[in-house]
């Protein structure tokens, strides 16, 4: 349930206990509610988390008005889950040959593919989606063949891809990625453009800039970001579809039921409160009424699949993830990688000093996050990783 903390021009709605917030993180919340073109309250989810720009899981319905800041950097970001054929009992004992193939499939970090990774078997509509690359802000239009081999790769952070058994033992293949190099870029674009505009002039945030319904700035942001969130959906595709293609090479007779897949930084035209309102989830995913979604935890604490409840009140929407609890200097600092080995038991992944960050002990609990939205939504199936890829 939620708890309702006053704020300026409108209030927050919080899925999380108000005395939980980092202060950086309630700060920037608060701020958000000064902005004038904020619509009704601020959505809090139970993962929320002090973010760059705006506030990691937080939801923003605006009149007329969207901040770039707010959506992140990386525009489209999300997951995509499919259940397999497989059972448990098909799989070896020892998974690093599968890690290994998935692992050549699939550039993590900063890799990226030598040749064009899609085809039609991932959508037919590929000469339409890269002619609009020439419509996007000339600032990227050098970046062409940046933006053709990043799609179908990981990145690094929190990005992962892993192989999963739900409590049936059925086998499942998860990933989490978004517009890469090419989103970077067209997101800070627009947010230099955004600062620099006048009305933004008295804002308390800086990085909460907005551009307004009706100019040529709105115009172009909207074009490039909704580019950049497609972007990103192709990309999980591809990727989805190079991972099940190496787990064939050993499971010749694998099949695959329908991908579910959710962005979870990105804006989207929606209606709520019988307003049509342009609306941020940033570290959020929708959870309309009967509605699939993703909400992974870490490396070694499993992740859940979702139905939403269509909660008007969180504008629809629940939370990405578990959430960090801690920042990537401070779990660099307090863990080593003898605390990864050990948090990441029973599962075949890196375990080295380079994704230490990562540790599961710098999340949030899972199941807590879970207990605060259970009038979000409903759960579907628990999935708990045995391979985990990170770049």
């Known amino acids: ?218 115009a172009a942001y909207r074009h490039d970001l909704y580019w950049a969130q497609d972007y990103a959906r192709r990309n999980r595709t591809v990727m989805l579809r190079l991972a099940c293609d190496a787990l064939r090479k050993h499971f010749p007779r694998i099949t695959f039921d329908e991908p579910i897949s959710c962005h979870h930084n990105y804006v989207a035209e929606e209606r709520h409160f019988g307003e049509d309102v342009l609306v941020t989830r940033k570290g959020a995913i929708r959870a309309g009424s009967g509605e699939l979604g993703i909400i992974p935890g870490s490396m070694g604490t499993g992740s859940y699949i979702v139905r939403g409840l269509g909660n008007p009140e969180s504008f629809e929407s629940a939370s990405h993830g578990a959430g960090r609890r801690m920042s990537r200097n401070k779990a660099r600092k307090r863990f080593t990688a003898d605390d990864l080995v050990a948090q990441t038991a029973g599962v075949e992944c890196r375990k080295d000093v380079k994704v230490v960050d990562e540790i599961p002990s710098a999340y949030k609990d899972l199941d807590e996050v879970m207990a605060n939205q259970d009038d979000l939504v409903e759960v579907v199936a628990k999935l708990n990783q045995i391979v985990c890829i990170k770049g």
């Open 1 to 218: 349930m939620s708890t309702t903390v006053p704020g300026e021009q409108v209030d927050i709605r919080m899925w999380a206990p108000p005395d939980d917030v980092e202060p950086d993180a309630m700060r920037q919340l608060k701020n958000i509610t000064t902005l004038p073109w904020a619509f009704r309250h601020v959505a809090v989810m139970p993962d929320v988390h002090y973010g760059k720009g705006a506030t990691v899981g937080s939801v923003i319905a605006m009149r007329e008005a969207v901040s770039p800041a707010a959506v992140g950097v990386d525009i489209g970001c999300g997951m995509t889950a499919v259940r397999t054929s497989l059972h448990a009992n098909d799989l070896p004992e020892n998974l690093r040959r599968v890690r290994s193939t998935m692992e050549a499939a699939v550039p993590v970090g900063f890799e990226q593919h030598k040749a064009t990774a899609f085809s039609d078997r991932d959508a037919t509509d590929w000469d339409t989606f890269w002619r609009e690359f020439d419509r996007l802000t000339p600032s990227v239009h050098g970046k062409i063949d940046r933006a053709l081999h990043q799609m179908g790769t990981l990145g690094g952070g929190n990005h992962f891809l892993e192989v999963c058994l739900d409590t049936g033992k059925r086998v499942w293949v998860m990933l989490h990625s978004g517009s890469r190099g090419i989103g970077n870029l067209l997101a800070q674009h627009h947010i230099e453009v955004a600062r620099g505009l006048a009305h933004n002039a008295s804002l308390v945030d800086p990085d909460l800039a907005v551009f307004l319904a009706g100019t040529r700035q709105m």
